[in-house]
């Protein structure tokens, strides 16, 4: 299906765990973007990436880490899951710099 | 980096018109986003500003002064499916990062 897919959309884990979110888009857009959503704080930048190879930091980076070896998946990592980072997770794209358009979320628990 | 501040919550009754207000202090501007976020839901677009003045798109409109680094988004003709959270974000000078504020809930009653 074209558009923007996030994988897993729920997800519980344990600190000091490994956890991969996916993030898949079919637009081919240059740009990918990754949200961290949490009450009170609206949405915080973790890393953003404006071609393949090419990614930088956000507001939030501590923590995680990202890959893009492929235009279409912009995959994010928590090395060591820590309680702090239980959050919805959302992915974004943007062709253009204007508009982002979001994939549904991934909602992570972390005990 | 970006100060972005808009109103926690507002609540108006269904037909009405409401209008959200945006303010944000940056190092460097390159435009403002609105989007709505239903509960649950990811953020869709709404509307894009980069030039001072207003953008009508159906019921929905909003206004920018950048010399004033104020914004603000009207609801018009309010229905209930209007109630969801309203996102007001602004991009960097530098680079196509968006930071946006912490979001409206807007409730429409009957």
């Known amino acids: 299906d074209a558009g923007i897919t996030q994988s897993p959309r729920y997800k519980i884990t344990e600190t000091g765990r490994q956890v991969t979110l996916m993030c898949h888009q079919t637009?081919?857009?240059?740009?990918m973007f990754w949200y961290r959503q949490d009450l009170g704080h609206g949405l915080r930048l973790i890393y953003y990436?404006?071609?393949?190879?090419?990614?930088d930091k956000g507001e939030v980076p501590d923590g995680y880490v990202v890959s893009r070896s492929k235009t279409e998946n912009f995959p994010l990592t928590l090395e060591s899951a820590t309680r702090s980072q239980t959050s919805v997770y959302f992915c974004?794209?943007?062709?253009?710099?204007?508009?982002?358009?979001f994939g549904p979320g991934t909602r992570l628990t972390v005990l | 980096g970006q100060n972005i501040d808009q109103p926690t919550e507002m609540t108006a009754t269904e037909g009405a018109i409401v209008q959200i207000n945006c303010t944000y202090q940056?190092?460097?501007?390159?435009?403002l986003f609105w989007y709505q976020q239903h509960a649950g839901e990811a953020p869709t677009f709404l509307s894009y500003?980069?030039?001072?003045g207003l953008e009508e798109k159906g019921r929905f409109s909003s206004f920018l002064s950048r010399s004033k680094g104020y914004s603000y988004l009207l609801l018009k003709e309010l229905q209930m499916k209007d109630s969801a959270s309203y996102l007001c974000?602004?991009?960097?000078?530098?680079?196509?990062?968006?930071?946006f504020g912490a979001g409206t809930t807007v409730t429409v009653r009957a």
């Open positions: 974004a794209s943007s062709g253009t710099g204007n508009e982002q358009f």
């Open positions: 990436s404006a071609a393949a190879d090419i990614t």
């Open positions: 500003n980069v030039l001072d």
């Open positions: 637009w081919s857009h240059s740009y």
């Open positions: 940056t190092s460097g501007f390159n435009g």
């Open positions: 974000a602004v991009r960097d000078l530098k680079d196509y990062k968006l930071s």
